[in-house]
């Protein structure tokens, strides 16, 4: 996924502003994969990270001009960025994850709401080395 978007030079699609409701999902997961290539491959960290700060910033833009169907999108994505920024402050980030779940199955959204479950244990496992709680979150 990450390396395609590059790849395939992700601002082509952003030219379809005001396009097909796919496009922001389109958006949101091309930006989600940048985010985990980021937090995994350290060598070209700032190569994913320039991409999916573009992306981010369209769907930013978006809930700015009053988009309501892309609110849990911003909201995960601003985890994934804290996520990937403050590596000392786990408990903010963990607070984050868990208002992003929040509002992913309030908005009715269940499967973007397991989906942020899945990046939550990710970060749990793989930063903050609590194998307890990944597992409490991957099973819930």
């Known amino acids: 996924g990450a390396h395609l978007a590059i790849e395939k030079e992700v601002l082509k699609f952003m030219k379809i502003k005001g396009g097909s409701f796919d496009a922001q999902l389109f958006w949101f997961h091309r930006c989600l994969c940048l985010y985990a290539m980021a937090r995994t491959n350290k060598t070209k960290k700032t190569k994913y990270m320039a991409q999916a700060k573009r992306i981010h910033k369209e769907l930013t833009n978006l809930l700015k001009n009053k988009n309501p169907n892309v609110m849990h999108y911003v909201s995960l994505l601003n985890t994934e960025k804290a996520a990937l ?35 939550f244990a990710d970060y749990l496992f793989n930063v903050a080395g609590d194998f307890h709680e990944a597992k409490y979150h991957i099973e819930g």
């Open 85 to 119: 920024k403050q590596k000392k402050n786990q408990d903010y980030v963990k607070k984050l994850y868990n208002d992003a779940i929040m509002m992913a199955a309030r908005g009715g959204y269940v499967h973007d709401a397991a989906l942020v479950q899945e990046r």
